[in-house]
Structure formats: structure tokens, C-alpha cells
């Protein structure tokens, strides 16, 4: 429901300056419990990505695992992987960027694809542990660094322009899921071919079609 106020219009004087004084503390007040809102929602998503991927892949039997999510798209465990590299490289670097530079210095490139090499010799265990390592750290930094006061400063991102700290927040916690879509649509094609006619009703499957 939107905060109604009182008309300060027909107020006189001091008593109108008051009155305005009064709205513009509770806007504010409104808009910081806002604020803290999303980004307590966003950990509370965030925190949760290790424990389904853990419960999902681990000790998966290998017939799951060496499906891409598309044609020259990642197995599951290439995207956790990626994961992993988001939370070295990507979000808590751009989280204090944003807070020590603001717009005068962009993000640093991110490499999509650096797990590729670097993860060659890991098993999906290790990859996953060291995932909830990196992201149970990062939270704990988050928490550390950002206040609600500062979830509209900017930073500059190479390719996108000026982004605030609470869409890179939000995209975060997006990010996430789209991965995690991402790992589905993976093991769901390690068994396009067995379903046989019943392809026709899994969208899952005819997503990857298209």
C-alpha cells in the first residue's frame, strides 16, 4: 500500500517547513527499510545455492553429469565451475569497486570461461565445496561492507555503463538461478533420448530444441 501524507500546502509558515521536514524523514526511513528488505531477500537466496546444488549433483551417477545444457553449451559441472569463478572474481571485487571508485574506474573484464582450464583435474565434490566455501565467505563480506545507505551508488560496468550497487545485488541472486536453470536443462538432456514420444510434453526438452 503507498504512504499517503498530508498535504503541506495550505500550512503556514514554520509549521509547514516542519511538516515537510516530517515527510521527507519517514520517505527516507521507508525507502532504507526498503532497501534492507532486498538485500536481506537476496542473501536469503544466495546462502541457499550451495545446499541445492550439493543435494542435486553430489554423488550424481556420471550418466547425469556429461550432458550439455545445449549444443555447445556447459555439462553441470562446467557451470558450477563458473560459479566458482563468479565468487572469486566477479561480485565481491565488484561490490568494493563500486564502493571505493564509484564510476572512475570500471570493473575489471570477467572471463566466463576461466574454469575451463583451471578445473580440469576437479571432481564435482570439490568443485561443489569449494563453492559454498567461496560464497558462505562472500556473504559474510557482503554483510561487512554494505549498508542500506549504500545500495544507489554507482559503479561502472565496460560494457553495460553506470549500474547501481543494488542491481548488481539483485543480478547476483539472478544469476544464480539462471545457472541453476542452466544445470536442469543439462541433466535433463542426459535423457532426450530415453523418453521417447513423451519429449513432446517436457518443455525442457524442447527448449533446448530451439
Given at each position: ?175 544464480d538461478l539462471d545457472h541453476i ?30
Amino acid at each position: 500500500m503507498a504512504t499517503r501524507f498530508a498535504s503541506s500546502d495550505h500550512v503556514p509558515g514554520v509549521a509547514r517547513e516542519c511538516v515537510i521536514a516530517i515527510q521527507y524523514r519517514v520517505q527516507t526511513k521507508i525507502c532504507h527499510m526498503l532497501d534492507r528488505v532486498s538485500l536481506d531477500e537476496s542473501i536469503a537466496l544466495l546462502e541457499r545455492t550451495p545446499r541445492v546444488l550439493h543435494e542435486l549433483l553430489a554423488g550424481l551417477p556420471e550418466s547425469w553429469l556429461t550432458e550439455r545444457d545445449t549444443p555447445g553449451g556447459w555439462t553441470a559441472q562446467d557451470v558450477v565451475g563458473h560459479l566458482v569463478t563468479g565468487e572469486l572474481e566477479n561480485w565481491i571485487p565488484r561490490v568494493e569497486r563500486i564502493l571505493n571508485d564509484g564510476t572512475s574506474r570500471p570493473f575489471d573484464p570477467f572471463d566466463r570461461f576461466a574454469h575451463v582450464e583451471r578445473d580440469r583435474d576437479e571432481t564435482m565434490h570439490q568443485l561443489l565445496d569449494h563453492f559454498a566455501e567461496l560464497r558462505a565467505d562472500n556473504i559474510e563480506r557482503m554483510r561487512e561492507l554494505v549498508d542500506v545507505d549504500d545500495m544507489d551508488r554507482r559503479g561502472l560496468h565496460p560494457d553495460l555503463g553506470e549500474v547501481t550497487l543494488a542491481e548488481l545485488i539483485a543480478t547476483w541472486s539472478v544469476h544464480d538461478l539462471d545457472h541453476i536453470a542452466q544445470i536442469y536443462a543439462a541433466l535433463a538432456g542426459a535423457r532426450d533420448a530415453q523418453v521417447g514420444p513423451w519429449k513432446a510434453n517436457l518443455g525442457i526438452l524442447l527448449r533446448r530444441d530451439i
